[in-house]
């Protein structure tokens, strides 16, 4: 169900491309230095464990440890680079080269033919009014290079919406059922409770500049130049905005929500497990609190479970070990593949809390079905050319909610004693 108002999802979802050399040198440089790390970490276990800890050896285990996120990041960035996509080398349509001569006339010129830009579909009152919306083309565009620099539009649902605000209605309760016999009485079975949550699209902007020397430059790509400036700003305002917004004026971010006991959570709350200890992990074990937190969200939504943490805390679990001795972190054996941890996917997001006294530094769970992100359909542009002389400023504009749509999907864990 799509909900009225609202149009395809977008295809956030990337096709795969082929890794480039660039890609697979990353993987190996990744899978080479972790090597080195387990080996260099051992080493200082032991030392430990002989009472003879070494300072040297544990300032080589964190050069490698960042050696080895270096190498993750340069394999993430190549890989993001391949799955955003670009508009050439299509075969555009007409209306499609009119709204974009159109378009590209209004951002080099500043030249506003109001019958034109209206008999294209792209104006939107009159520039004094709030610009012009972009063409349908640049909009695509913008979206899918967020989806491959924004962490959480990567595993999250993504749906654009026609309107302000995306109302869902859920059942948190879910539809009674019994069994009878064949010739039994069918009394009415308990009601489900139906609920409204409401996804209002905050409003993100950015005014990119440019001289008017670029913009006169044939060479140059409007669509693909406004893109390129406005997606880097945007993505790191979107994941702060998803992690731990308030919901004011912007998306209400996972972290945002009241966290509750997972053994006493209620609809509307997050549920959490707690280490044990205040501002850190257990001396004894620590990997059993992760899997407490894999096992604390039920089965139709540990099946496409993930991690999601931030840098330094990946840095801590990489040097966790099982039981039996084995590493829990194990690094992508192919290009696109995350790297996994106890066999669940891991996602880095910088947004995500550093570990200390009651932090909730890590979720688990589903996140395709647990939190959802909605786009305002239109993205407007005001050209500028007063207010950063000589440059010309586009003040650029996109509205965008979101929010947890199933409180049962996404688990947390609490650095707290209890």
């Known amino acids: ?94 209306s499609v080269d009119e709204r974009k001569a159109a378009f590209d006339r209004y951002v080099k010129t500043g030249e506003t033919p109001a019958a034109l830009l209206e008999a294209k579909g792209l104006s939107e009152g009159t520039a004094t009014a709030g610009g012009y919306v972009a063409p349908p083309e640049l909009e695509r565009l913008i979206l899918r290079r967020l989806a491959a620099t924004s962490p959480m539009r990567e595993i999250c649902q993504v749906r654009t919406i026609g309107a302000g605000t995306f109302r869902k209605p859920v059942s948190p309760t879910g539809l009674a059922a019994a069994w009878v016999a064949e010739t039994a009485a069918r009394p009415e079975t308990t009601a489900p409770t139906l609920d409204v949550i409401d996804f209002p699209a905050g409003e ?76 850190g992990w257990t001396a004894s074990n620590p990997t059993d609190k992760l899997i407490d937190l894999i096992y604390a969200t039920k089965t139709q939504y540990r099946q496409n479970g993930r991690f999601v943490m931030n840098r330094r805390t990946v840095s801590a679990v990489r040097k966790f070990k099982d039981a039996q001795g084995n590493y829990i972190w194990n690094a992508a054996l192919q290009p696109g593949q995350s790297a996994s941890l106890l066999g669940f996917p891991v996602t880095e997001i910088e947004a995500m809390p550093d570990v200390a006294a009651n932090a909730l530094a890590v979720a688990f769970g589903d996140f395709e079905k647990g939190y959802l992100i909605v786009d305002r359909a239109g993205v407007r542009v005001l050209r500028d050319p007063y207010s950063a002389k000589p440059h010309v400023l586009f003040y650029t504009t996109k509205r965008v909610g979101g929010g947890v749509q199933n409180f049962d999907a996404i688990k947390l864990l609490k650095f707290a004693a209890s």
């Open 204 to 279: 993100l902007y950015a005014s990119p500049a440019a001289t008017q020397a670029l913009l006169d430059d044939a060479y140059i790509s409007i669509d693909e130049w406004l893109a390129e400036e406005v997606q880097d700003a945007f993505a790191a305002q979107e994941t702060s905005a998803f992690v731990s917004g308030d919901g004011v004026n912007k998306p209400k971010g996972l972290l945002a929500y009241t966290a509750a006991p997972d053994a006493s959570y209620t609809w509307g709350q997050v549920g959490y497990l707690a280490t044990g200890v205040a501002g």
């Open 1 to 94: 169900h799509r909900g009225e108002g609202t149009f395809p999802e977008n295809p956030m979802k990337e096709t795969k491309h082929a890794a480039s050399p660039e890609a697979r040198a990353a993987l190996a440089d990744v899978l080479t230095a972790f090597e080195s790390f387990k080996a260099a970490n051992d080493a200082r276990l032991a030392a430990i464990e002989t009472k003879r800890a070494d300072v040297l050896l544990e300032e080589k285990v964190g050069r490698i440890d960042e050696a080895v996120s270096r190498a993750q990041d340069r394999l993430d960035r190549l890989m993001s680079d391949l799955r955003r996509p670009t508009l050439g080398g299509e075969a555009p349509l007409a």
